[in-house]
C-alpha cells in the first residue's frame, strides 16, 4: 500500500464549478500536510499548508482528518487556469522530515 | 526569488553510460530531496540529506544509483551504469526541517 494516496483522476469540469479532492495517507506519525500544484511539464510548487483547523485561501479550502488520516482540497469557481496536477504531501517525522507525495489528481477546467 | 538550480536540463544518453545530475540548493536550507517522476509512478523518493548527512535513501536501487552532498551548495545524483528503465524526470527539492519544499526545474534523462 503507498503511503499517500489519491485518486487520480481525471477530473474534467466546466468554469465556476466546484471540485473537491481528496487524499489518503497510511502512516500515523505523520505530522505536516500540504497541497502543491504541477502544471504541465514543470517542477511542483506548493499550493497551500494544511491544518487540522482548515484553512482557506481564495477560492481553495483545505481539511485535514486525523483520526480517519485524510485530506481534502476543495476548489470553488474554478478557472481554466486551474487545470493542473493536485499532488497531497505528508512530511514523516524519522530522525529528520521525510516528504511523501501522492501520485496527483489531474484537474481539467473547461470553458 | 531564491531558487534550486539543477543541471543537466535535459540528457540523452546510451544504455550503459554513467549519468551525474547536479544540484544546487538555496542557501541556508539544510534539507535535499532528490525525486524521480515518471508517469506510471508520479513523484518517487529517492533519497534525502540533512545537513549534508544521507537519512534515508531507500527508494534508491541501490546497485546503480548514488547520491551525495560533497558539499553544502552541491548534490549529486549518480547512475551506473543507465538503463531505459531510468529514463525519467529526476527534481532535487531543498527546504527547512518541516516547511515546504522548493523545487529545481528538474533534469530529463532518456535512456535509448
Known amino acids: 500500500r503507498k503511503e499517500v494516496e489519491q485518486d487520480p483522476g481525471p477530473f474534467n469540469v466546466p468554469e465556476g464549478a466546484t471540485v473537491a479532492f481528496n487524499c489518503t495517507y497510511s502512516n500515523s506519525a505523520s505530522q505536516s500536510f500540504f497541497w502543491y500544484r504541477q502544471d504541465c511539464r514543470k517542477e511542483p510548487k506548493l499550493l497551500m499548508s494544511?491544518?487540522?483547523s482548515g484553512n482557506e485561501d481564495g477560492r481553495f479550502t483545505a481539511q485535514l482528518n486525523r483520526a480517519s488520516q485524510y485530506i481534502s482540497l476543495l476548489i470553488r469557481d474554478s478557472k481554466l487556469s486551474d487545470s493542473a496536477t493536485y499532488l497531497c504531501?505528508?512530511?514523516?517525522?524519522?530522525?529528520?522530515?521525510?516528504?511523501?507525495f501522492g501520485a496527483g489528481t489531474r484537474l481539467f477546467v473547461k470553458a | 526569488d531564491a531558487r534550486v538550480t539543477q543541471t543537466p536540463r535535459d540528457k540523452v544518453t546510451e544504455m550503459g553510460q554513467e549519468v551525474t545530475m547536479r544540484c544546487q540548493p538555496i542557501?541556508?536550507?539544510?534539507?535535499v530531496f532528490w525525486y524521480r517522476q515518471t508517469m506510471m509512478q508520479g513523484l518517487e523518493l529517492l533519497a534525502y540529506?540533512?545537513?549534508?548527512?544521507?537519512?534515508?535513501d531507500s527508494g534508491m536501487p541501490k546497485d546503480r544509483f548514488s547520491a551525495e552532498m560533497p558539499d553544502a551548495t552541491l548534490a549529486t545524483l549518480k547512475i551506473q551504469p543507465s538503463e531505459p528503465r531510468d529514463s525519467a524526470v529526476y527534481f532535487c527539492?531543498?527546504?527547512?526541517?518541516?516547511?515546504?519544499?522548493?523545487f529545481g526545474a528538474g533534469s530529463r534523462l532518456t535512456v535509448l
Open positions: 542557501l541556508g536550507h539544510n534539507t
Open positions: 504531501v505528508v512530511n514523516l517525522m524519522t530522525g529528520g522530515f521525510k516528504t511523501i
Open positions: 540529506f540533512r545537513n549534508r548527512a544521507p537519512l534515508d
Open positions: 494544511v491544518y487540522s
Open positions: 527539492a531543498s527546504g527547512t526541517g518541516a516547511n515546504v519544499l522548493t
